[in-house]
């Protein structure tokens, strides 16, 4: 089985733009996570979608929001970028079925996000 | 909220010593993941426990989760150059709002 990936592997924007990465989760798996992860801060979780739903969420600001479409590809946007949301951006699959939340996840290799 | 403690967030040792990475929560847990993030990597999943006082070993390694099921701990025996990186525990919040992952444990070994 193909892993996850995510494109593009590396952004550089300016303050103010605005952003679009992509998740292609392993085939067959419904649930896709989303991660913010800095050298501070570590591992956020931004949010879960599951079937084209958004199950989960974390406390970041309405700037970052995502979608899952029917073949479960999920992407996320962030509008108006800001200095601090440089990072490193994960996101991770898993099947999604029984204890949905507890299932193994899989990682992306991350789309690393500069902003100027 | 729940909170999460994740200790030591550094630990350098030498080659065939060994490593231990503590895990807390405020919160009564119902399962516990550990990943392992390679420099320059992602993480990668190692294992998850879910029952109380539950241990699990893969090779070297040992994984526990406390009776409480608030804490757990990774262990390495006789570290090797090849244990670097980051050790992170892993859990959903409480309320399942929110997917949680401690600070994580850099480990170095030197040879």
């Known amino acids: 089985k193909a892993g996850v990936t995510q494109t593009p592997r590396y952004l550089i924007k300016t303050r103010g733009q605005q952003v679009t990465l992509s998740c292609s989760p392993i085939s067959g798996h419904r649930s896709v996570s989303w991660y913010q992860q800095t050298p501070g801060q570590g591992l956020q979780f931004l949010f879960e979608?599951?079937?084209?739903?958004?199950?989960n969420k974390g406390n970041f600001p309405g700037r970052f929001s995502g979608r899952q479409f029917s073949n479960s590809r999920s992407e996320m946007n962030v509008s108006t970028l800001e200095l601090g949301d440089s990072a490193l951006y994960l996101c991770?699959?898993?099947?999604?079925?029984?204890?949905?939340?507890?299932?193994?996840?899989?990682f992306g290799p991350g789309t690393r996000l500069t902003v100027l | 909220g729940q909170q999460v403690m994740q200790i030591p967030q550094y630990q350098h040792v030498q080659e065939g010593e060994d490593f231990t990475t503590y895990c807390n929560s405020s919160?009564?847990?119902?399962?516990i993941q550990w990943y392992k993030q390679r420099p320059g990597g992602h993480p990668v999943f190692l294992i998850q426990l879910v029952k109380s006082g539950e241990v699990k070993k893969q090779k070297r390694l040992t994984f526990q989760f406390g009776e409480a099921k608030k804490n757990s701990s990774l262990h390495i025996t006789a570290t090797q150059t090849t244990d670097v990186g980051t050790y992170f525990c892993f859990f959903p919040n409480q309320a399942g709002t929110a997917l949680i992952f401690g600070k994580g444990t850099t480990l170095s070994v030197s040879s």
């Open positions: 979608y599951f079937s084209e739903t958004q199950r």
């Open positions: 991770a699959s898993s099947p999604g079925h029984g204890q949905a939340e507890y299932n193994e996840q899989f």
């Open positions: 919160t009564t847990l119902s399962n």
